[in-house]
């Protein structure tokens, strides 16, 4: 790897992480946490030992689609993360606030000094795939994460909505220059199925991702439907528990990695 190892923070000594993949997204809104959350879910439901670490520190949505109230609490030799009802571990600035509607005015060292930290101080243990809900965008506090987290491979969230040959650029650039691999892109809000004849109605016109996957020699994981049951299955803090799957290409690429 051309990444220089001396920005790459070591992990707890008792943490045994065998694959990081960060999930990044061209804006907020577009569903990146949502995808994250899913594709922990999938590769838990897999059988696979599975964590989100939240790096998004100015909108974390973690803890709430999984419905988790809890603060997180330490031991003398790190901070335990917080475990959902199926398993899985989680680490978000709110499990640190007292109050989850406290607004994170930090400046961008401040946020990105607290990813590290959840990387090299949360007693994650013996995890397979560790997921990181990364902060929108590729400015600076994402690269500052990719400079100090060991990323094995990045996912791609889009959506129809947005110039996505212009955030596939960006995304593909800031993965050369780290040297890590962009596994794929997952194309959120991708269609609406109707509820009455089942029709898949493209409502912001015709996707453009598998073109702008093509030119990039990239895979298409998956595409997700604009579906209430998902929105709701988010605010009532029961996204472990929604039935659809749309990512199985997702997770065959992460058991092959
Ligand atoms: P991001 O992490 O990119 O900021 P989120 O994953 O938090 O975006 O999604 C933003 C909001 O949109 C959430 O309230 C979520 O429930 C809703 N949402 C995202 N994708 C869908 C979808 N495919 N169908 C229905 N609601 C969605």
Known sequence: SSQPQSMLEETNSMNNIKKVIAVVSGKGGVGKSLVTSLMAVNMRRAGYKTSILDADITGPSIPKAFGIREKAMANELGILPVITETGIGTMSVNNLLENDTDPVVWRGPVIAGTVKQFWTDVLWGDVDYLFVDMPPGTGDVPLTVFQSLPVDGIIVVTSPQELVSMIVEKAVKMAEMMNIPVLGLVENMS?????????????????????????????????????????????????????GNWLHKAVKKLQNL
């Open 191 to 243: 269609y609406l199925k109707c509820p009455e004849c089942g029709k898949e109605i493209p409502v912001f016109g015709k996707s453009k991702v598998d073109d702008v996957a093509g030119d990039h020699g990239l895979d298409v994981l998956g595409k997700l439907p604009i579906d209430p049951k998902l929105a709701e299955a988010c605010d009532r803090g029961r996204i472990e528990y929604f039935e």
